[in-house]
């Protein structure tokens, strides 16, 4: 028998696994979450001042829709998030310039930083 330890949605558990045609009989293994493996932090953002753009829910950023450093509008699509599928337009909150936090094809988590507008 051979013993992994795998990762399912950010859960380690330790598993055994038999060999198949392996001369000893099946013995039963316990499953045993051990702590989640701490989320990397955040990369800084430029001097980290500004108003952030958190994401709402876990995706994927599909598109930058302006250029980082680029000024923009209250309520102005900065980017689109892919979640289950469907494409969400990201809008900043406030006028202001776009410091992105997140590169095109990124998996993001919920309250990730996404952007500052400085």
């Excluded at 980017?79 to 337009?89: C, G, I, S, T």
Aim: proline content about 9%; hydrophobic content about 40%.
């Amino acid at each position: 028998m051979r013993n992994f330890i795998i990762t399912v949605n950010g859960k380690q558990y330790d598993v055994g696994v038999e060999e198949v045609g392996g001369t000893s009989a099946p013995k039963a293994v316990p499953l045993t979450a051990s702590a989640p493996a701490p989320s990397p932090a955040p990369l800084p953002a430029a001097g980290g001042k500004g108003t952030k753009v958190l994401s709402p829910f876990p995706g994927m950023i599909k598109n930058l829709l302006v250029e980082n450093g680029a000024s923009v509008k209250k309520d102005q699509p900065i980017l689109v998030l892919e979640a289950m599928k469907m494409d969400n337009d990201i809008t900043s909150p406030c006028d202001g310039v776009v410091t992105f936090n997140v590169q095109k094809g990124a998996n993001v988590e919920s309250d990730a930083l996404l952007a500052l507008i400085g």
